[in-house]
T-cell receptor
Framework: SQQGEEDPQALSIQEGENATMNCSYK?????LQWYRQNSGRGLVHLIL?????REKHSGRLRVTLDTSKKSSSLLITASRAADTASYFC??????????FGTGTRLQVFP | DTAVSQTPKYLVTQMGNDKSIKCEQN?????MYWYKQDSKKFLKIMFS???????INETVPNRFSPKSPDKAHLNLHINSLELGDSAVYFC??????????FGSGTQLSVL
């Protein structure tokens, strides 16, 4: 079954603007991860946030986690055309599998 | 020095054929996975192996058989290919509950 659902499904912004993507999940987790997928390529890990963390930063990326609401958000600040990609959240529970959300397609226009 | 490499990148074949996809990782990870991504970009886990042992086997037709000769390799063999098997198949590796490293994918087209 699908663990994560992402919102919005698609997002179009201008370069320099911020992009926010949200992820909701259903069961308790050990950690939540965000990945990027460029067209025709494999997924690349961006950031991992553990269940006892509330916020994490990596460069222009900021991830928040609210375990009470079972939700996470990914903020990309000062977006660039090169940020154009699909972004997926994925949750890790007590099993060895990572379950992916439905993805958000981000288009950044120069 | 590709971390997770899978071959071939493209696979075009007729219905009913048998094909294999190979995957190798040089990261020293204990766990390897096969994921299937459909035309809507929905990514679903198929199998997971930990140190050559099958630990996750989702609801996948038994025409799909993974094989792990050692912990650095996880191959996927598919028998009697069907049209619905067309998708992109990704191999990945990780340490347990840590980030995944993905291969570049194998686009399978069944005609």
């Amino acid at each position: 079954s699908q663990q994560g659902e992402e919102d919005p499904q698609a997002l179009s912004i201008q370069e320099g603007e911020n992009a926010t993507m949200n992820c909701s999940y259903k069961t308790s987790i050990n950690n939540l991860q965000w990945y990027r997928q460029n067209s025709g390529r494999g997924l690349v890990h961006l950031i991992l946030i553990r269940s006892n963390e509330r916020e994490k930063h990596s460069g222009r990326l900021r991830v928040t986690l609210d375990t009470s609401k079972k939700s996470s958000s990914l903020l990309i600040t000062a977006s660039r055309a090169a940020d154009t990609a699909s972004y997926f959240c994925a949750t890790a529970s007590n099993t060895d599998k990572l379950i992916f959300g439905t993805g958000t397609r981000l288009q950044v226009f120069p | 020095d590709t971390a997770v490499s899978q071959t071939p990148k493209y696979l075009v074949t007729q219905m009913g054929n048998d094909k294999s996809i190979k995957c190798e990782q040089n990261l020293g990870h204990d766990t390897m996975y096969w994921y299937k991504q459909d035309s809507k970009k929905f990514l679903k886990i198929m199998f997971s192996y930990n140190n050559k042992e099958l630990i996750i086997n989702e609801t996948v037709p038994n025409r799909f058989s993974p094989k792990s000769p050692d912990k650095a390799h996880l191959n996927l063999h598919i028998n009697s290919l069907e049209l619905g098997d067309s998708a992109v198949y990704f191999c990945a590796s990780s340490q347990v509950n840590e980030k995944l490293f993905f291969g570049s994918g194998t686009q399978l087209s069944v005609l």
